[in-house]
């Protein structure tokens, strides 16, 4: 629908999908929208089996990936490793530099690795325990940080949400 996928690259995508599939059992369908309405009007066409996984593409997003996933997936693979896989290959700058098709061949492989395994994937594979924490430890700064900023101001006009600095 979005034109992201090159023509070229869509066969070796479909090839890849379906040996994956044939492999593991496990199904990925990968949507491309161009805005939020046509990803929820396609979404409600597809129901998830508790085997698969849905991928969105959507370059009118703030963040282009999105992931849905079924039970016995999200069972293996958890949360935190789709949230990580969504803001290492969907952000910004990184779709600036390697576009909306490599953000998602780049998403792919993480998910490849975590389905063939045997074990559970809480992370994204190749992702040190330190740069993990550093993450993590980066990511609380910056809330604490914006938290503090929120604080130092107070809305006085709710219906157009103009905030003026609070007098100490």
Not at 30 to 39: E, I, K, M, P, R
Request: hydrophobic residues 40%; proline residues 4%.
């Amino acid at each position: 629908m979005a034109n992201v996928i090159p023509s070229g690259e869509e066969s070796r995508l479909v090839r890849r999908l379906t040996q994956l599939e044939a492999e593991t059992g496990v199904q990925i369908r990968v949507l491309t929208a161009l805005n939020d309405v046509s990803v929820e009007r396609a979404r409600s066409f597809w129901t998830l089996g508790n085997r698969s996984i849905l991928i969105t593409v959507n370059p009118q997003s703030g963040n282009v990936l999105d992931f849905r996933v079924g039970n016995d997936v999200s069972e293996k693979i958890k949360r935190s490793f789709w949230l990580e896989l969504q803001g290492r290959y969907g952000n910004m700058f990184y779709v600036k530099e390697h576009g909306e098709d490599g953000a998602l061949q780049a998403a792919l492989g993480p998910i490849e690795t975590c389905v063939r395994r045997d074990a559970i994937c809480r992370q994204v594979p190749g992702f040190s325990p330190e740069q993990y924490a550093l993450s993590a430890v980066m990511a609380s700064a910056g809330g604490s940080i914006a938290g503090s900023v929120r604080t130092a101001y107070i809305t006085t006009d709710s219906q157009h949400g103009r905030c003026l600095p609070r007098l100490a």
